[in-house]
């Protein structure tokens, strides 16, 4: 029932009471949080109806006396451990954490694109303890982050193409640049583009930091 993808998602889930599923739609990441016991609790929300109504059909019974389905458009006044937000794109993840009441301590976030102003927006309260690229018929990015009280900081190649992929690069990671370089150096054969070239220095620049690495094959 699970892609590879929601797979991914689900087991970086930590262990907690109160799971938030934001933009849960089918309901299947709170669904297996609940079934595997990470979270006592899951509140599946969803802007839309109908997209809720998928999630409580797909609820197990069992399963129903530990979920709550809420209607609204992001966290707003629902508090929570840890929150999930998949497969949303990175500015709509970052207005559901700005509409967020009290932040939750642990986020899983799957953004679809912006994984830059994602990267820049938890620098300041909270700490990335994993920033993965993996590939399910596309590539992903997958970043698990805690709550702290220190800012912390970041390269501006840690912000484009996230801490663990460049600190411990898996071969999704690897595969996925060596891709971009290829494509950004095609455009650049036919078009003089300074943007395309900005992308393709700083692609260049990680592969280069990456061939120093040790290539880390637990991560894919
Ligand atoms: C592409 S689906 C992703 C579903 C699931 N999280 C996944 O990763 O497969 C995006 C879902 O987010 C919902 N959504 C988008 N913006 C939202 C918001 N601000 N608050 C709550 N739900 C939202 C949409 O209605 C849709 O069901």
Redesign the pocket.
Known sequence: MLTKR?AR?AECIPQCDVLA??????G??GIAALQRNTAQQVVF????RR?LAKARQNCPPPLLGRSRFVC???LADVVADCAVI???GGL?IL??LNNARVLPQYLVL?PMRNQYDVRRYLLDGYRVTLDVKFFDGKYYDLILAQRSQTKCSATQLELLFGSTNLARPGRDFVEWLRLEQNKLQQILTNCNDAEVADKLHYVNAALQFVNAQPCDNTIN
């Open positions: 929601l998602i599923d934001v933009g849960c739609d089918h299947y990441i929300i969803d802007v839309s997209c609204q458009d992001g998949a497969g949303m709509e207005s559901v799957q």
